[in-house]
C-alpha cells in the first residue's frame, strides 16, 4: 500500500494494512469509487415547483384530487462493479455471461401510498403512454396531477399528445437536479434495487 510505505518513509511509522485502513476508517474515510458531477445551474423555477406540490398534496388529502409521484428505473441482470479492498491476485466476479437489462415505470400515490408499477423489456415512450392509461383508469374522475422529472421519456412527443387529450390530468414538473431528494419513488427503487414483485399490479 502506497500509504503505508509513506507513512514508514516520512514519518517513520510502520503500521500493518489492517492498521491504515481501521485509521482511516475511524477518521471517515472510506474507499469507493468518485462520482461525476458535471456543473449544473440551479433550477430558477425550483421555489415554485416545490410550491405547486405542496398545494397539489394539500388538495389530494382533502380529498380534492389525487397526486402521484411517477418515475422510470432500468434494471441490469450483469451486477454494477465498484471499487473494494483486495489482497492477491485481482478479484473476480462470476457473470451469466450476457446481460439483460429490464424497464420499470413506478407511480406513488402521495395520500395513500398506493403503488402503481409495470416492466418491460424496452423504455419507450408508447410503454409510459399506457402506464399513464392505466393511472388515470384508476383515479377515473377529479383532477390527477403527476410528478414527472424532465428526463427523456416524459417529454417525448407522444406522451405531450396524450396529455394533451386528457385535460384533467395535470403534470407538476419536479425541480431539475433534484429528483432524488423530491421524488419519493426514488426512495422505492434504491433500497429495493427494483426487485421483489415490481412487475405487479400494485401493492
Known sequence: MLLRAFLAQRFRLVLSCASVRRYLHQ???????PRLA?????????????????EAFAEARQGLAHLLYVDESDLHLLPLIRCMWMKGPRRRIPTPGTTRR????????????????ADHERKLAVHFVAFLQRLAL????????LALD???????????????AHPRIHVLWLPKYAAHEVNPVERIWGPTQVGGGCGSAGR
Open 150 to 164: 424532465n428526463a427523456p421519456t416524459p417529454t417525448a412527443k407522444v406522451v405531450g399528445k396524450w396529455l394533451a
Open 38 to 54: 458535471p456543473a449544473r445551474k440551479p433550477d430558477p423555477e425550483a421555489a415554485a415547483k416545490r410550491t405547486a406540490l405542496q
Open 138 to 145: 384508476a383515479y377515473p374522475t377529479g383532477t390527477l396531477y
Open 27 to 33: 477518521m471517515g474515510w472510506r474507499w469507493a469509487r
Open 102 to 117: 429490464r424497464a420499470f415505470f413506478g407511480g406513488l400515490d402521495a395520500v395513500s401510498g398506493h403503488w402503481f408499477s
